[in-house]
């Protein structure tokens, strides 16, 4: 297929330069592909939320826009210029949208005029996110003509309800402009998934804007809706999702646009195995500490992880399981379980630290030996509920353990101190039960780890897998449970018997099992799917092309 490669692509998103979700890894690891195709032309635009410390995933350097950040100061825009931390470094643009918040009720009249978003029911983060995609589209519109942009093809490319804002403004001001739209996942099906109403038995009866009165989410709905009937390409994640857009946006999307991966974030094969020891000295180090019981050598250590969605990210399920395993007499090897999950953090444990670092000597379990950091209200806290509840205690005679570890791993996390993949590589097998999943970046991410994992059929990337492979079973490296609106205890029950499967196979079938793993991963690599994103710019730009 030919497509019509952009000059200019602009893309914005909340996650730009920081780190929240699954967004943060599409656009992170599609950027070296896509800098393959326009350079340096390629340029992130994300928020300046750094005011306290400054960004660890920014480098404020020299860039092919330097000369444009005088112009833009005049403007009455406060951007800081550099390159995203990442494979490729591409050009990023930080903006500081706080001085914008005096135009809120400016630019929400001129949305309703133009586009008839209902914004006088917004709260939340409603605000925040608008005026910061309306600060990004001042940015593109500023870069626009410091480009000559009028004389070239230049694509933006906004992702999410938070950015649809901007989408809209630049497609009313500067309509040769081709705008692109993601959504990862629609704001209204979340939030039916998330208030236990079933989505799947019931989604072609539900009407997304009834359902935006009844769950109090009519202005997320509402820009995330028009901003999907309006730009020039509507694109979602997967094939599931892309059928939810339909029934609650009443929108079909011009093409789904899967999220793949890039190697570059994996060991090289001859640093694999000494990553993989570290990290599982490491996590062995946590579980010593807080239990008062060393691991032993052939220590199963499984994980889950994500963003803190209860139910949806099925982490019910995942601890449900445990307690399962705990009690099965079949299971005779020892578990560490680790729920690697961003909650109400607010100190890591002194008490934890200081033994990690030699200064305690103690060897007695410490107090809740299941946390790493302490939480704000851990009494309202749903996973450490569910844990007592369900009598897990890291007892130090219990074959299962579990360590909620409630902070995202950016190496600063002072338990630790490793990133999420510098800790995922020391992982025996990873359970990711989702519920409500569009893609399912951490499943992913761990096959390309050579970690098998447990996914189900109501995510995108489960379904994927199931469709590569031809096959269900954890042999083929995911393992696809069939997940339902009502069979939370058969989930259960199946993550259990696939986790006492893989404890109790043979090394040499383990190492075939994470062989078939990695090579599923090479076929979700951005060398494939970045065609995908080809194809929604050259959507987008024979729209413009044809009505201007």
Known sequence: MTYITPDYIFEVSWEVCNKIGGIYTVLSTRAKTLQNLVDDRLIFIGPDVWTENECPFFIETKTPLTHWQQIAEHEGLKVRIGRWDIPGQPVAVLVNFQPLFEKKNYLYTKIWEWYK?????????????????????????????????????????????????????????????????????????????????????????????????????????????????????????????????????????????????????????????????????????????????????NAFFVATGGRYEFKNKGIDLFVDSLARLKEDRENKREVCAFILVPAHMFAPRKELADRLNGSDKSTNPLHEPFITHWLHYPGNDPIINQMKWLGLKNEPTDKVKIIFVPIYLTGQDSIFHETYYDLLIGMDATVFPSYYEPWGY??????????????????????????????????????????????????????????KKLINLPDKKINEIRNNALQLSAEADWAHFIKYYQEAYSIALQKTLREN
């Open 117 to 297: 978003v209902e914004s006088d029911q917004a709260f939340g983060d409603y605000d925040e996110s608008c005026i910061f995609s309306y600060a990004s589209a001042l940015v593109i519109e500023s870069l626009y003509r410091y480009i000559n942009g009028e004389n070239k093809k230049v694509v933006a490319h906004f992702n999410e309800w938070t950015t649809g804002m901007g989408a809209l403004y630049i497609k009313e001001t500067l309509p040769k402009i081709a705008t692109v739209f993601t959504t990862h996942a629609t704001s209204i099906g979340r939030s039916i998934a998330g208030n236990n109403r079933s989505l799947y038995d019931d989604l072609k009866h539900y009407n997304g804007d009834q359902m935006s009165w009844e769950l109090n989410m009519r202005a997320k709905h509402s820009l995330e809706k028009q901003t999907a009937h309006h730009v020039d390409c509507f694109t979602t994640v997967s094939d599931i999702t892309a059928v939810e857009c339909e029934e609650l946006l009443d929108k079909a999307v011009d093409i789904v646009t899967p999220n793949g991966f890039e190697h570059d974030f994996v060991p090289k094969t001859g640093h694999y195995k000494s990553k993989r020891d570290h990290a599982r000295n490491v996590l062995a180090n946590v579980v010593e500490k807080l239990t008062g019981s060393r691991p032993k050598e």
């Open 442 to 499: 951490t499943p992913l991410e761990s096959i390309a780890f050579s970690i098998p994992t447990i996914t189900t059929s109501l995510a995108g990337f489960g379904i994927w897998a199931e469709k590569q492979t031809g096959s269900s079973d954890i042999e083929s490296g995911v393992a696809v449970i069939k997940r339902s609106d009502h069979n939370q205890t058969e989930v259960s029950r199946l993550i259990c018997e696939n986790l």
